[in-house]
């Protein structure tokens, strides 16, 4: 199987004001993003729910989501963004941070 060249990663900042529907985000919102961007070559889905350092991370989540291709990604971008931008609002109040990176082996 071919490794993922590029990820999106998706974060969810703990800032005031901001809150996280977990139930919604990681049944929902999860089911949804994996039915659109399956067909585009999405690899795999990675959440990380924030736990500290101290009383309140930095982040309530962060998301990682695996394509095999820059291609891949900007496909999937261009069909599905508006969709799953909307559901954000279901899940999330605040605004996330959006980063697309090269995965460098090591």
Request: net charge negative; glycine share 6%.
């Amino acid at each position: 199987m071919n490794e993922p060249a590029v990820k999106l990663t998706v974060l969810y900042p703990n800032t005031p004001g901001s809150s996280m529907d977990w139930e919604y985000y990681l049944g929902p919102h999860i089911d949804l993003a994996r039915r659109l961007l399956t067909p585009f070559g999405l690899q795999r889905i990675e959440i990380e729910r924030g736990l500290g350092p101290g009383a309140a991370p930095p982040f309530h989540a962060i998301a990682r989501l695996y394509f095999l291709s820059a291609a891949a990604l900007q496909d999937a971008l261009a069909q599905t963004a508006a969709a799953l931008s909307e559901d954000v609002r279901k899940y999330y109040r605040g605004e996330s941070v959006i980063q697309i990176s090269e995965v460098v082996p090591v």
